[in-house]
């Protein structure tokens, strides 16, 4: 609903796999290499677990299986971007986290309707790069696990 | 609000609570001078700044109870029960008026000439010129009300004030009068001295402090665990500094929001007389300890209890003067309250010499509510037995009365105790008197904590509900014995029912053979004592309590996490949380200890389950009823076409779902999982396929939408039953639910104006395995007549906006088309015999009633059929 301003159409840019992703950089507070991650028994599957970031504890979220995205084949080097929901620190873990990209307004695009209906929920919009397509992530739906999924 | 007004409420509260405490000493002291000179300062301080604030209605009632106040300060007046009360009343009047202001910020609409007229012939009845004084009182009070009126400035108010009491004494004049000239201001001044050391923090601002001082302790934690692993010494001597610095500032910052219990108690001593007056018994209130201090957000929470349980002391502890003298005991009651510091904790002792818990009673009460067996009684020790009242429903009080027994009974004083992470005991002998034992954490942010290893994962076990550590061992006298697959210890006389951490966090199995040894943690919680297998324990220590996210809220098994010095992050178990998740099991598994391998029956029916592996290592199941055909296929046949994955099955193109395991194997034979409908097929690749069991399954309705319909304990072990549905995607979805129910293919209408009930019942006969229509009312459901749809069967609610169920019910039975449906009745309560024109009538939140009503006129039918 909201048109992207402004100051806030400057991204953060993520990728699973070739798949790139943009966060809104006014949502992410940091990005880091996870360490000491302490996995949570009995959590949703998602939660990959819980590890201390300078004496805040944030809970891990695995966009992997988040966006149900088959295991690549390549071992995993995980880079996880900070955000903050209702006063809760979460971490999105991706493969890697690449550098801030401005867009230019012109090159959004509605989400493709014939995206994967959970893809679909989670997509604010697709943006045109040179390099590939990058989706725009919703960070509220990806962290509500409250919402049943899409149906 | 007017900051004046603020500070006069805060001010005037304070003093009104101290005036109730020191009128019940005044009423046991009548000659201390000390204590009435104190009352009467008060009083007067609270009219005083009445008259200043404008408070009116206030300042009368203050001011009438000054002057009974005065009369006992002078001798004229004896200090009588009845004097207090009304004094004490007239308390309660200033009370009530203040709690209007707070509300409206004015005076709330009143009268209180009665009690005023009552106090000032109270103050009469005392005086030697009586008709006089009474006389100039009432000319002087028309006056003030006049003047009062006329909306008199507060200055001149205030005039007024000073000049009363040298009408209503005039024997004190000098004296009183220059005591009184400075009034509001000249009453604080021997304290102001004391009043501008110390100033009022906002809460919130102790609490911010309170944080950064655990974020900061937190990190010197881990500097110090650094620094101990390094040889390097530049950094020990200031580190070591700065630790000092650091605890000192938390001592300090803990100690901003310690309060004196004291605080707790200030009203106890009004409510127990109160409750003397009222059930006519002597009673005598001992109190030790008050300036013991603890955390503010405890003692707010522990008001409360420790209330109750005084009143439930007065009311069903002590008997009255003439039992008690019957008993050979002198006839005032006394009820002792202590508080004291032990090792971290605060112990808060409420004692009486009553009568004793009736253990007869308990027993026969606890018998009565199936809480126990009879030969689980007689294994039982007494005090085992009087910690039933901590149940719920078991109060011994023989009637009800005014003061206790209104259905809030020992079991919310308990779960409020351990709510905040506190304990509850009892020790009571007949005849002889009850002694409570709470003991509550210093606070709650910070709580000794017991580490302990699991596999190779840790967690903390908050100390206070650890009640002591076993270590057990094969070929020792402790060793850990089993009934059936039961684990039980055997301590001292007692058997003590086990759950394993590794199973109530449903963690993988490692291979490996039974540990020779395991450590045992004796818990008490949630009612009841059991032992938590760990494969280690690590050290205690002080941990920062940090609560979880709010996605990680819904594992009740957790109350935190914290980190640790080595900047690790485990998480803290909640003892209830493991009390209740396997309560039920233990409990089961307690009585069938207890009654020596007694079988407990099988309500639950047993449904075949295909056990498998995907994705992880712990097995999954799914209903064996839902798969078609298990196939093993070479991992090179399986095609990518479309970005799906697809494999050549009996000469069509069947898709294969690969979100379970992940990816497919490269080589090798790959299991599949085949669903079908119908002409559609579909393939769900899985690591392993393991075995077919037989074992109950738990409906989890949360979980609907999550991709799990329920777990089911397979092997005594947890196990996911996965919704295939949900994997198989959207298509398949409608036809997966009948598939399910391809035995009993029953399609039920649901009507319920309620869309959360919908959506929680409508899921549950989804698994079970019934085609489901909603309607939001009864006409909507008629309108599914119109078009000539037909049910097996219909669910309605009684209760409905519109056509009721029961107009509903009787609409269907003289209709031609449904006339043959039954119909099940759901009230929220089914004790009325509302039958009706139901068919049965069932509970709306027995889920499993529900359910079993269902299955009975389906099943009937079938029969019929």
Known sequence: MSRTSNNSNEFVTVAIGPQLFGIPIGLVNDIFRPERLTSVPLSHPDIAGVL???????????????????????????????????????????????????????????????????????????????????????????????????? | MDDLLRDFLTESGESLTI????????????????????????????????????????EKVAHASENVLGK???????????????????????????????????????DDSGLITRLEEMAASGGGDAGGTVAEHQEFLRAQAAEAAESAAASQAESGVKAEPVEAAPAPVKEVASDKNPAPAGAKAPEASLANQSIRVNVDVIEQLIVMVSELVLTRNQLLEMVRHSNDSEFKVPLQCLSNVTAELQGSVMKTRMQPIGNAWSKLPRIVRDLANELGKKIELQMCGADTELDRQVLELIKDPLTHMIRNSADHGLETPAERKATGKSDTGVINLRALHEGGHIIVEIADDGIGLAIDKIRAKALANGIVTESELARMSDAQINRFIFHAGLSTAQKVTNVSGRGVGMDVVRSNIELIGGSIDLKSKEGHGTTFTIKIPLTMAIVSALIVGVHSMRFAIPQICVMELVRAAEGTDTKIERINTTSVLRLRDRLLPLVRLSEVLSLPPIERTEAPEAYIVVAQAGGQTFGIVVDTVFDTGEIVVKPVCSILKEIPLFSGNTILGDGSVIMILDPNGVASAVSGEVATRAAAANAAGLVVADREQKQAMLLFRAGSPEPKAVLLG?????????????ERSDGRCVLQYRGALMPIITSLSGALREEGGQPVLVFSEGEQTVGVAVDEILDIVDANLRFELTASGSGVIGTAVVRDKATEVIDISHHVGDVFQTW?????????????????????????????LMSAGYDVTEAATAELALKFREEGKSFNLILSDIDMPGMGGRKFASAIIQDSQWGSTPVIGMA??????????????????????????????????????
Not at chain 1, 112 to 127: C, E, Y
Not at chain 2, 46 to 56: A, D, E, N, R, S
Not at chain 2, 72 to 100: N, Q
Not at chain 2, 102 to 107: I, K
């Open chain 2, 72 to 110: 006992f300060r002078d001798g004229v007046l004896l200090v009588t029960p009845d004097a207090v009360t009304l004094i004490l009343e007239s308390m309660d009047c200033i009370k009530t008026i203040m709690s209007g202001i707070e509300q409206t910020e004015a005076e709330p609409q009143g």
């Open chain 1, 52 to 151: 201390n970031l300078r004496g805040r504890i944030v809970t891990m979220i695995d966009c992997r299986r988040r966006l149900g995205i088959v295991r690549g084949p390549e071992e995993r080097d995980f880079m996880a971007v900070g955000v903050e929901k209702d006063g809760d620190h979460y971490g999105l873990l991706f493969d890697r986290a690449g550098e801030v990209l401005r867009f230019q307004p012109e090159a959004h695009e509605p989400t493709p309707v014939n995206l994967d209906p959970h893809w679909r929920t989670v997509s604010k919009g697709v943006f045109r790069l040179e390099t590939g397509l990058l989706v725009l992530l919703d960070v509220g739906v990806l962290l509500d696990f409250s919402r049943k999924a899409a149906a």
């Open chain 2, 626 to 638: 839902a798969v078609t055909r298990l196939e093993v296929s070479d991992a090179t046949k399986f």
């Open chain 2, 828 to 865: 929220a309560d089914t004790d009325s015999d509302e039958l009706g024109t139901f068919d049965v009538l069932a509970r709306k939140f027995d889920r499993e009633g529900l359910l079993e009503a269902v299955r009975g006129i389906i099943s009937s039918q079938e029969r019929a059929a």
């Open chain 2, 19 to 58: 005036v109730d405490g020191e009128m019940v000493k005044l009423e046991a002291d009548p000659n201390n001078k000390e204590v009435l000179q104190k009352i009467f300062r008060l009083v007067h301080t609270i009219k005083g700044t009445c008259g200043f604030v404008g408070l009116p209605r206030l």
């Open chain 2, 736 to 764: 997966f639910t009948k598939r399910v129910a391809q035995a009993q293919r029953r399609h039920i209408l649901l009507v319920d104006d309620s869309p959360f009930f919908r959506t929680m019942v409508a899921p549950l």
